[in-house]
């Protein structure tokens, strides 16, 4: 008996030396060195804090807009397919299905210059100078007509440029506005006369299909499979098919992650932002069916261009370098091991 | 009928042998399960890098979503980040910048709790109409899991907040290490209040698409605040206004004013089964209602269930009282006349809030919202057992 009571206290003890005080500091982590700081720290406020000095005017943004925007977002900002639009829309937000662009709903500039500096261009995100980035919002200005032709955005106007929604929000006013929803005695019968349908899903029939059946996980066995089966097809000699190095294939599957939010390869790929890529190695250059192409890739396909290995090695280490006016708005892959793979990938989707 | 042949003769299974350990290391769902799936509304979004898909809650049941089929919702895409090349920096105001490694994280006092979380969007489609036909689409933005990790006090502790002067009107930044570089603006008595830095869920390690090796938990708020790839977190003095709290996550009423900052998540529930992608496959009889309740301002208090639209209302059983911010399974177990039903339920929450109708939320907020649509869901459920999404008056 007399044991229990001392082991209580004593546990008690022990657990109360074991929990640090409040706010004690514990001594981990490091001190973050103003080099790091400096690396991470880009977000950029409304009231311009972040902003670094720089500039940038609206006939430089358009060229850089072209090369590096416009794949997606318009020549005009207007938007391609589903990507977002950035102009228009002026008093649209009243109406049914408004439109929302930076021009139209965006309340400050800072949020522009920050998204386009530390998350643009999709899939090649903080490759842009911070003149470029300057350059850049104000030709989308420009776009909306919130500037003229002559304007430069700089750190030292940003303040004064004025965004048109800037006064179009309210905080979070549902405690107030809302404050219906809280009712402490929901109606529990005869809360309506009648109930008819107003509204069905099935008239719009815009559900996905669901047969329950899982596409194949695409393993780079699967690839290699699917390479050997087109063997016959392949415009590449015979031999050189053979020679697909299995983890080299899935390699460059790994590698195509980058490629994929633009092209499609495989027996259902469609034309998207990018062309098609099946049988692309050793096929003339922009000629494939049905995609809008770039002058510059029109005109190398004039000048007969065939996508070798050696030209699509060069093209795919530095797209602009290798092409100035592509569409193809991706930085480039750095390493030549991933070169060689994604070529290998692509060569195992035959022709 | 005569005699199951299931059970008077001797089956394969009975006879011959199963796999030994060790066929799977990791185990997957048995191939019967494999309609258990995330799917993907493909017109949604430009591209399926940055999209979202939806968690298979039609086909699940309890309250804890595996990882496995839990909603995705990615910027730039599901990056690879591996632990060693993790860290997460702490700036802005306070007193020591600092940065942690995951092992440094893993030595700080841990915490262990279940939280549901919802992208704002969810049922977004839903606004004008009656759209997708399935609680799976309509209703799946949705995971819920338990947590374990550090809570944010303690890493801000850690750095030391005196530098910060007066912290009622101060913020912090959260920002991701990935190509979006998501970043939201969060208040700073939300952040001392029950925000973690969380690196397992439901026991493993996070998913790449859920934000290995750590992510942001902001329970009750939306779940684009519960930035993944968590690296930076910066005090500040105001918000940052960033992409995601301006020009996205935020809610443009019918006269064109935009309500911004609308952080919580509002209560709300759908019943899962029977729905469009759970039919009712056994006539009548018993039948069991079953669905999901959460609240973003505290706990489930109680669901109602009506079988005929609305005339009248049976409050549903709890599988289990509710618990803050997390995930609460409701029941209503029955017989069934095999008659047509339209289906709804109805949450109420722990700060007295009661799920409006869709007509309710329309009348304040009109047809442009794209968030926060938490209104009544209705099946029709048709004789045959067979069910429709629809609006009814």
Known sequence: ?351 | AGPDPLITEVQEWASGLGDGVDATPYGLPISYESDVIRRNVEWLTADTISSINFTPIHALDGTITPQGCAFERHHSGAIELKKEDYRLMINGLVDTPLVFSYADLERFPRENRVYFCECAANSGMEWAGAQLNGAQFTHGMIHNMEYSGVSLRTLLEEAGLDAAGDLKDKWVYVEGADASSNGRSIPMDKALDDVLVAFKANGEALRKEHGYPVRLVVPGWEGNMWVKWLRRIEVTNGPVESREETSKYTDTLADGTSRKWTWEMDAKSVVTSPSPQSPITHGKGPLVITGLAWSGRGHITGVDVSIDGGKTWNEARLAAPGTDKALTRFYLDIDWDGQEMFLQSRARDSSGYVQPTKTQLRDVRGLNSIYHNNSIQTWWVKANGEAENVEVS
Not at chain 1, 42 to 53: K, R, Y
Not at chain 1, 78 to 85: A, C, D, I, L, M
């Open chain 1, 1 to 351: 008996m007399s044991k229990f009571p001392n082991l209580i206290a004593a546990t008690a003890v022990a657990t109360a030396l074991a929990v640090p005080a409040y706010a004690e500091k514990f001594g981990l982590g490091r001190p973050a060195l103003p080099e790091e700081i400096a690396a991470w720290n880009q977000d950029v406020s409304p009231d311009g804090t972040g902003l670094p000095e720089g500039s940038g005017d609206v006939f430089t943004g358009e060229e850089i807009f072209a090369e590096q925007c416009a794949v997606c977002h318009g020549d005009f900002a207007e938007g391609v397919g589903n990507w977002p639009k950035l102009a228009g829309g002026a008093d649209t937000l009243d109406h049914e299905d408004p439109l929302k662009t930076v021009g139209s709903y965006w309340p400050h500039l800072s949020t522009t210059w920050d998204y386009v500096n530390r998350s643009m261009p999709f899939g090649a995100a903080q490759t842009l100078e911070p003149d470029e980035v300057y350059a850049i919002v104000a030709y989308i200005l420009y776009s909306n007509d919130l500037v003229d032709d002559e304007f430069t955005l700089s750190n030292e106007n940003f303040l004064d440029v004025e965004m048109p929604n800037a006064d179009g929000f309210i905080v979070d006013d549902r405690l107030t506005s809302e404050a219906h929803f809280w009712t402490d005695t929901p109606c529990m019968e005869n809360c309506k006369d009648s109930v008819e349908i107003t509204m069905r899903a099935a008239v719009l029939d815009v559900t996905p299909d669901e047969t329950g059946e899982v596409p194949p996980a695409e393993t780079g066995e699967a690839v290699v499979e699917e390479a050997k089966a087109e063997e016959p097809a392949a415009a590449e000699p015979v031999e050189e098919v053979a020679a697909l190095d299995p983890e080299l294939v899935a390699d460059g599957e790994k590698v195509f992650k980058k490629c994929k939010s633009c092209h499609q390869v495989g027996d259902k790929a469609k034309n998207k932002t990018g062309p098609v890529l099946n049988g692309i190695v050793g096929h003339a250059a922009g000629a494939v069916e049905g995609f809008r192409y770039s002058k510059a890739m029109k005109s190398a396909n004039e000048d007969g261009l065939v996508w070798t290995e050696e030209e699509l090695s060069a093209f795919l280490a530095k797209p602009k370098k290798y092409m100035k006016k592509t569409k193809m708005s991706f930085a480039g892959l750095k390493k030549d091991d991933d070169i060689e793979a994604v070529i290998a990938y692509l060569k195992s989707f035959g022709g």
